[in-house]
């Protein structure tokens, strides 16, 4: 693509960056189900789900993600136009980057990957993983994810079910899994993308890293002595950060 620096493609790259910001901040803000009503924190009036941290009642805003969103997003579209080795992975960066910023964003908000995100995403990576790759190297990444998140998964129900059962915990309050099916999806989704070269090694970094946050996590709860094992960290951000440093290895 042309010079990063070209005055024209600066401003279409800050487009570009706008464009996903906005993207991510409405799905984040409409795809959960949230069953409270979103307040301004500056007035405590009701806002509308889709606000983008703006409050019509105090015309202020009381949240800057939108901002910061739109920042960070600059620095990726720059990042991607300089290390992109045609229009064709330009264009598939952006989008990809942009559909795993809102899986990321709503995993740690409401610890969630749901059903509808990772199926679109499934057909999304499995559509431009053919592109990237050979269509055998796309389809034996996604099944790597499958099986190698699915065993956790398999893994952390057979733990929840013991739990319960030794608790003698049942109904609502019951446990029924450690690591939630969307990490499963989530794994398809970045085994199609990356192909079956790079996928195993992006998953072991991802479940290394989150590892260790869990540890210091633990470690942090033990020295302010309240440990509560019930809390469970999303798996989803360490995932994605796993596949980009596969990705990007800086
Ligand atoms: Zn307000």
Known sequence: MENPLNLISFILYIVLAITAAT???????????????QRCSRCSSVTSRVSFGYCRSCSRWYRRRFPFLAAVSLVAVLLLATVQSSPANFVIGFVVST??????????????????????????????????HKFP??????????????????????????????????GPDALDEALGF???????????????????KALLIGILLAGLYSI???????????????????????????????????
């Open 23 to 37: 993207l991510i901040e409405y799905f984040v803000s409409t795809l959960p189900p949230i069953d409270h009503e």
């Open 216 to 250: 210091a996590i633990v470690a942090l709860m033990l020295l302010k002595k309240d440990f509560d094992d019930s809390k469970t960290i999303p798996y989803g951000p360490f995932l994605v950060l796993g596949a980009l440093l596969v990705f990007f290895p800086f």
């Open 182 to 200: 969307g990490d499963v999806s989530l794994a398809a989704v970045l085994g199609f993308l990356l192909g079956h070269a790079l996928i195993l």
């Open 99 to 132: 559909y795993l910023a809102i899986v990321t964003l709503i995993d740690i908000d409401y610890h969630l990957i749901q059903h509808k995100t990772a199926l679109f995403g499934i057909i999304l990576a499995g559509f431009f993983g053919a592109i990237l």
């Open 137 to 170: 190297s796309t389809v034996v990444g996604g099944a790597i994810g499958i099986i190698v998140m699915g065993f956790f998964y398999l893994l952390g129900r057979v733990y929840a079910a013991y739990k319960n059962k030794r608790q003698k915990i049942s």
